[in-house]
């Protein structure tokens, strides 16, 4: 009887003291641990300061273990064996009973109790403000995870304006290829038109010697004739209207003496009538 009165002073005690959202507060899951530690080691930053937390969670495992095994001492004293107790409730009592073992309390008292109270307060706190500083590592870390990310699209948009560039250079260069092509066709055509020409000139007895610049220069003189051809062949044509003989132009130029001595009259009588 003394036992289950015991148990259930305990549990309403640890009820009372911590809550189960402290409790799991207080508790630092193993996985949470793994995931915060790969964190703070993928920055290169803050690895001196992972390095320290990891050793101080190690640390703190250890005291809950030897606090643990006292705590499992202390009841076990008290006729209250460990297993009778649910996870929280043990916890808890593992809590007070450290403090409790530090003290060197068998039995411990209200104030006692009060001063426990207090130590696992304490430890509350320091614990918000591990997780708060854990937090602020996430964050900083996503911060740099997601300004990685904007360079890498950022580089992908290059590469993909690079990779743009070089395809249009590519079609550039076939395309000047295929001229190159076309260019060595025609002067290979050129070379065949100019051995014709040589031969039809030395079959009628002619053997100059044939050379591009001979061709250009020889295309400028027949462009001059053919200029000073046209200007005559325009002066030829001004001269269609005139008369075919010298008394025909001198009739012509009478009738036209007359035309304006005519006029003439005619604007000095128009001149007098104003």
Partial sequence: MDQHRNAGFVERL?????????????????????????????????????????????RQAQQYEAEARRVAEVLEVAGLPLDSLSSRAQLAAARVAAICGALGLARPSLPDMLAAWAALK????????????????????????????????????????????????????????????????????????????ARKLAANGVTPEIHHSNLVERSAALQGVQGRAEELQSQLEAYHNLPASALGAGMMLQQARERLRAAQERLESGLAEL
Avoid: F, N
Avoid at 34 to 44: D, Y
Avoid at 135 to 155: F, G, H, K, P, V
């Fill in 14 to 58: 640890c009820g009372e003291l911590l809550p189960e959202q402290q409790l799991a507060q207080l508790a630092l899951e193993p996985a949470a641990l793994r995931e915060v530690q790969q964190r703070a080691a993928a920055q290169g930053e803050a690895s001196a300061q992972a390095a320290v937390l990891s050793s101080e969670a190690a």
């Fill in 122 to 197: 304490l430890d509350e706190s320091r614990a918000v403000v591990l997780q708060a500083t854990l937090r602020q590592q996430m964050s900083e870390t996503e911060a740099d995870a997601a300004r990685a990310r904007a360079r890498l699209e950022q580089l992908r948009s290059a590469l993909a304006r690079v990779q743009q560039q070089q395809a249009g250079a590519e079609r550039r260069s076939r395309a000047e290829e295929q001229q190159v092509g076309e260019l060595e066709a025609k002067q290979a055509e050129y070379v065949r038109t100019l051995d014709k020409c």
